[in-house]
């Protein structure tokens, strides 16, 4: 029998004792980059390494050939919950060692860019400071939990957030490394190399090679599916029943990348595996993820995700095995399922006296310039009033625990700052999303978070001529189809795939219960709106009593809208 050749990525893992490599050296030299094997281990202390386009773009002009390094800093904020000092200090180290920006991900955390390697440790020292952390922010590791980030003061909401916080420190790996190179000083670290732990007391979930891949989880309810719990790797859904979470739904393996020239991808929605009582939450997800660390793949990182393991062996042999890991039968899932999607924008009561302000920040970029300061204006709410914060998975954020007296106070400061209060947003602009893509991202093909504000005013004036600007529908768009802001369960998906190009998916919908289909492929950026206008009048004429656009173009289908389309074109329409 011929061996199994793992991924090279194994083989560092496994050589990097813990997650050190040669990270610990490559910090003290001189060199304005990281190596290609601790840029990889990086990832897992919360780091990606990344190459400036624009700004290497201006270089090759100027003469100069070279890269524009620097670094993109994670923080994780399990279910969003940070204060107005960490805050505070965030936006401190976006404009002392960033590029002055702070991004909210689509997963609840903030992103630094533009961090020199030289200052690659203080950044994440002071993060640490400030009692956060970007272990496990990225890497074959789970991610940041995510969960509702309501603020209410029901016990029920109060309960997901302690699991929340339970899963995420369960989950977050032990190695000594992160201590060594971040918190303590790097030159006495790597103390504990000759340590002579076991692997089981050092990683006793993922040992030295930790997981195949990134892992995703979220928990939510169903009533309100803010968290987008079908697109995680490991969901696990609230049922509520008189007012108190009786268990969980166990979804597993969704995962939205896709890789179009590997047919073996696809972008796919969780299963439902199982139903858990509250108290065993923790031991049936240390099940599911210690099957994927054993039975994952780990040759091809393309097919590394767990939603490929379960779809090679079917739902049934998968949950046996979790059930062998867990010790004892799952039962089978609550008939409940989603029903809603609240994006908890707006004033709205805490039910504690206290209030809460949703505010729609634009693709997640929190910055100042001519148009808006929302830094600024964050800044000033935070110090003024000091309120709790709360990201969302819309990449927006919610100032809580406000008297109602402030309301006046923060509205003025807001409209002071020029920013965009979320009743004046459009219901489609406050329900879009853009990924990070260019100049930063890697990975990008094409634009993202710089062109849909335009596209948004573009669908803004065609949506408003049409009568149509209360529908709410989800716009996401992204720079290349890895789906960082999960365009594949959108009412409209835009997914970068050239220059200057997308492809259009149109039929999934706001609650995010099923993945969308290829309308047209190769869409300018100049003729996407353009593009959608017939089908919303289309959709206008003929659509059934609360149809939403999604469910219109799912019953239509792809045929139906095209012909359509065409007839409109032709004069027909
Ligand atoms: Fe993502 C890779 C940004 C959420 C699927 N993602 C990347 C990288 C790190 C590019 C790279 O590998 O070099 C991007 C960094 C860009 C930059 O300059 O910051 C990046 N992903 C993001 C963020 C910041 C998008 C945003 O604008 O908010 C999100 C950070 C979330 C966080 O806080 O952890 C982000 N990425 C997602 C999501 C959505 C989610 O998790 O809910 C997905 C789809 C769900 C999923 O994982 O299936 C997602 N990102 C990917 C993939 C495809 C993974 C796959 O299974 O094929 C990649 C590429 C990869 O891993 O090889 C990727
Ligand atoms: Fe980068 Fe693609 Fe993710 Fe956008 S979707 S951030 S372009 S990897």
Not at 288 to 305: E, H, I, Y
Request: proline letters at 4%; charged letters at 25%.
């Amino acid at each position: 029998m011929s061996e199994v050749k793992l991924s090279s990525t194994e083989t560092l893992k496994e050589q990097s004792n813990y997650l050190r490599g040669s990270i610990g050296q490559e910090l003290q030299d001189a060199s304005d980059c990281f190596s290609k094997d601790a840029v990889q281990l990086l990832k897992h202390h919360g780091s990606y390494q990344q190459d400036n386009r624009d700004e290497r773009k201006a270089a090759r002009k100027a003469g100069d050939s070279g890269k524009a390094y620097s670094m993109m800093v994670r923080t994780k904020v399990p279910g969003g919950r940070l204060t107005s000092r960490q805050l505070l200090a965030e936006l401190d180290l976006a404009d002392e060692l960033g590029n002055s920006t702070l991004r909210v991900t689509s997963r609840q955390a903030l992103q630094l860019h533009g961090v020199l390697k030289g200052n690659l440790r203080a950044a994440i020292h002071r993060i640490n400071e400030i009692q956060l952390t970007t272990l496990a922010a990225c890497g074959d590791v789970p991610r940041n939990v995510m969960g509702c980030p309501a603020p209410y003061a029901h016990p029920m909401h109060q309960e997901l957030e302690r699991l929340v916080d339970a899963l995420s420190r369960h989950f977050t790996p032990r190695t000594p490394a992160y201590r060594e190179f971040w918190i303590e000083d790097p030159q006495t670290g790597q103390r504990e190399l000759a340590g002579g732990q076991t692997e089981d007391e050092i990683e006793p979930i993922f040992g030295k090679t930790y997981l195949p891949r990134k892992f995703k989880i979220a928990v939510g309810f169903s009533a309100d599916n803010c968290v987008d719990i079908y697109t995680q790797d490991l969901g696990f859904l609230a049922v509520v029943r008189d007012g108190g979470i009786i268990g969980y739904n166990v979804l597993t393996g969704g995962g939205m990348g896709v890789t179009p020239s590997n047919k073996a991808t696809f972008p796919a929605l969780a299963k439902r595996l199982a139903f858990v009582a509250p108290d065993r939450v923790i031991e049936v997800a240390e099940a599911v993820v210690k099957v994927q660390r054993d039975f994952g793949n780990r040759v091809d990182r393309k097919l590394a995700r767990l939603k490929y393991l379960i779809h090679h062996w079917g739902l049934e042999r998968f949950k046996a095995q979790v059930e062998e890991y867990y010790g004892a039968p799952l039962a089978d899932p609550h008939p409940d399922d989603i029903t809603g999607f609240n994006d908890h924008l707006g004033w709205d009561e805490q039910g504690d006296g206290k209030c809460f302000y949703g505010l729609n920040i634009e693709n997640g970029r929190i910055q100042d310039n001519e148009q808006t300061q929302l830094k600024s204006a964050l800044r000033e709410i935070c110090r003024s009033f000091e309120p709790g914060l709360r990201l969302t998975s819309h990449q927006s954020i919610l100032l809580t625990d406000l008297d109602a007296t402030a309301k006046t106070e923060v509205e003025q400061i807001l409209r002071r700052h020029r920013v965009r209060l979320s009743e004046e947003t459009s219901t489609v602009r406050r329900w879009s999303m853009a990924c990070v893509a260019l100049p930063t991202c890697g990975l990008a093909i094409t634009e993202s978070e710089r062109v849909l504000p335009d596209v948004m005013d573009q669908f803004d004036a065609e949506l408003a001529k049409l009568g149509l600007a209360q529908e709410a529908f989800t716009v996401r768009m992204t720079g290349c189809p890895n789906g960082c802001v999960r365009p594949y369960n959108s009412d409209i998906g835009l997914v970068g795939k050239a220059v200057g190009r997308y492809t259009l998916y149109l039929g999934g919908r706001l609650v995010g219960d099923r993945l969308n289909f290829v309308y047209k492929d190769l869409v300018p950026t100049a003729e996407i709106v353009s593009t959608l206008v017939p089908l919303f009048v289309y959709f206008k004429g003929e659509r059934l009593a609360d149809e939403s656009f999604g469910d219109f173009c799912l019953r239509k289908g792809q045929d139906d809208l095209t012909a359509w389309a065409d007839r409109y074109r032709a004069g027909e329409g």
